[in-house]
């Protein structure tokens, strides 16, 4: 059992910065992929960045790509998702996940176990 909780959700406006954490416990970093997925009103949730197990690799939807970085901490229990450059389609609420290293899509949200309860990017144009 993997527990996620997501706090730096807020209302900002295009171009502005946001910057997502999702404190993890009971986890550790080489058993886990933990991605950060967004869905807005009507549409499906997608993925938008990955931690692969053990922290040394990444990967970012292309939307996103040179605008956001997912990295952990020292501790590596605290993940952080800074949004740089941000538009009103990364308007959405954002969650945390975690799921084990040994599956095979981890871009889908449907391979995740374990899921925070999200919180809320609104960018304003």
């Known amino acids: 059992q993997v527990d996620l909780v997501e706090s730096g959700g807020g209302s900002v406006q295009a171009g502005g910065s946001l910057r997502l954490s999702c404190a993890a416990s009971?986890?550790?970093?080489?058993?886990?992929?933990i991605g950060w997925f967004r869905q807005a009103p009507g549409k499906e949730r997608e993925g938008v960045a990955v931690?692969?197990?053990?922290?040394?690799?990444?990967w970012y939807t292309d939307s996103v790509k040179g605008r956001f970085t997912f990295y952990q901490d020292n501790t590596r229990n605290t993940l952080h998702l800074q949004m740089n450059s941000l538009k009103p389609e990364d308007t959405a609420m954002y969650y945390c996940?975690?799921?084990?290293?040994?599956?095979?899509?981890?871009?889908?949200?449907?391979?995740?176990?374990?899921w925070g309860q999200g919180t809320q990017v609104t960018v304003s144009s």
């Open positions: 931690i692969f197990p053990g922290g040394d690799t990444t």
């Open positions: 996940a975690a799921g084990p290293s040994f599956m095979r899509f981890p871009g889908r949200s449907n391979e995740y176990n374990y």
């Open positions: 009971r986890y550790t970093s080489s058993d886990y992929y």
